[in-house]
């Protein structure tokens, strides 16, 4: 039988997810832990049945305005003083009115310190909507050192498309973040990304002397 078949099986076998979560508690199993021997789930079950679970009841945060008060409460303003793995945010700004006033950068201090990695002068960036929460869009931020390795900086959630607004607001978040930390601004001699025009335009506005690089997939 298909994996992905078993494991809804195995989900259409409760009432509720409340019953499934109470076994596998007792099973003592975890997203996190699934190796305890003689147990009958593993973590693709869990997982699968953590899908089904949102996809018959819908997300817990259901409008932009619920997700900014959350966010509010969830993440304070970022400071010299933060915790270095606690998540801060450097931006915050929300209009229940307009759609797509919502926009907000996340991130920690220790995240920022990786650009003072070695190397680390070349700026990534990029949009995913692979993590679309109320059709939010999701832009990443990194650096990429000496040796190619990627390290993660902050994200940005905005309610609106891909424009050059939202990335010229990306990156004068980032030096905002990095002046709330008491840290110096970044520079980057270069920027990468994929050929989107507005990230083009973003970068000659905010990093007028860093190199655009685009990247490409074969």
């Known amino acids: 039988m298909p994996r992905f078949k078993k494991n ?7 009432n509720s997810f409340e019953d499934l979560k109470k076994v596998l508690e007792e099973k003592k199993v975890h997203k996190r832990s699934t190796k305890k021997q003689n147990c009958v789930f593993t973590k693709a079950d869990v997982n699968s049945v ?6 018959l009841e819908g997300p817990p945060i259901r409008t932009r305005g619920a997700l900014f008060e959350e966010i509010s409460s969830w993440f304070p303003e970022g400071s010299a ?3 270095p793995d606690s998540v801060i945010h450097a931006h ?4 229940t009115d307009n759609p797509n006033a919502f926009y907000t950068f996340l991130m920690t201090q220790r995240l920022l310190l990786n650009l003072g990695k070695p190397g680390g002068d070349v700026l990534q960036v990029d949009g995913t909507y692979k993590l679309m929460y109320e059709e939010s869009t999701v832009l990443t931020l990194g650096i990429s050192d000496r ?3 990627l390290h993660p900086v902050g994200i940005a ?7 050059t607004t939202a990335y010229i607001k990306l990156f004068e978040c980032l030096q905002e973040a990095l002046r709330q930390s008491g840290l110096p601004e ?3 001699s270069a920027v990468m990304s994929d050929g989107d025009p507005s990230i083009t335009r973003a970068v000659s506005e905010v990093f007028p002397t860093a190199l655009h690089l685009t990247c490409f997939f074969i």
């Not at 915050?92 to 209009?95: G, I, K, P, Q, W």
């Not at 959630?157 to 424009?163: R, V």
Request: contains cysteine; aromatic residues 16%; proline residues 6%.
């Open 186 to 188: 970044y520079w980057p």
């Open 81 to 83: 003083a933060s915790p």
């Open 147 to 149: 040796h190619r390795r």
């Open 50 to 55: 953590a899908y089904k679970k949102r996809k």
């Open 8 to 14: 809804w099986r195995l989900a259409d076998r409760f």
């Open 92 to 95: 915050l700004d929300c209009d």
């Open 157 to 163: 959630i905005i309610s609106q498309a891909e424009s």
